[in-house]
């Protein structure tokens, strides 16, 4: 116990809140059956598997979707904010990593999350850790920005919460139009920071978003 805990123990405290484990929905790859699949996929395509370096591409091209498709879990730990802080705390730049539910193929970018405490603040590595239990799975950006925002809300409880999230879209730009270098931005706010224009103007210079 530390001499902290020691000293206060004597003070009546409310118990903190036990930490929210969370989990992907993913029920668990079956790496042999989607080694399989690729297989079949790549010769429908007219791919040779025949070389020695594409033997084993299907079993990468499964394990790596498999690792696209899968978020880790994690603890959500919150902790009290006792020293009543009411600015805005920004997580810029969080790298996104996702896959297009309409191609399958990855989007990329950078997601910026923050939000104006209430009685409880959180770490900060759980932003991100949020922010990648969201996107490892079919996504769309539109959702992904509103869902993870939502999430945080309702978890956290905060006086108002923004997120932003500027991805490049594979779909968008390896094939079809083939718009090399556009990005989507994305955003939802939600308390304070929708209603409030100054504080809304706030979150969104402190993203960059404007430059």
Not at 120 to 143: D, T
Request: charged content about 25%; aromatic content about 4%; hydrophobic content about 40%.
């Amino acid at each position: 116990m530390s001499r902290l805990s020691a000293d206060v123990d004597a003070v009546p405290r409310p118990s903190a809140p036990t930490p929210l484990h969370v989990v992907s929905d993913s029920t668990g790859a079956d790496l042999g059956a989607a080694e399989r699949a690729a297989k079949e996929f790549l010769l429908a395509l007219g791919v040779t598997l025949d070389d020695e370096a594409m033997r084993e591409t299907p079993a990468r091209m499964a394990r790596g979707y498999a690792e696209l498709l899968t978020a880790r879990p994690f603890q959500l730990t919150t902790f009290p904010n006792d020293e009543g802080y009411d600015e805005l705390v920004l997580a810029r730049d969080i790298p996104v990593q996702s896959v297009c539910e309409h191609h399958l193929l990855p989007f990329v970018g950078v997601a910026h999350i923050g939000y104006l405490p209430g009685r409880r603040i959180l770490g900060l590595s759980k932003l991100a850790r949020v922010a990648e239990h969201f996107a490892r799975r079919p996504q769309v950006q539109e959702r992904l920005t509103k869902q993870i925002a939502d999430w945080l809300s309702e978890q956290l409880e905060p006086t108002g919460i923004g997120v932003v999230i500027e991805a490049e879209h594979t779909c968008m730009t390896l094939r079809g139009v083939r718009a090399t270098g556009s990005k989507t931005v994305t955003s939802t706010l939600l308390g304070t920071l929708r209603a409030d224009a100054a504080s809304r103007q706030e979150f969104l210079a402190l993203t960059g978003v404007h430059r």
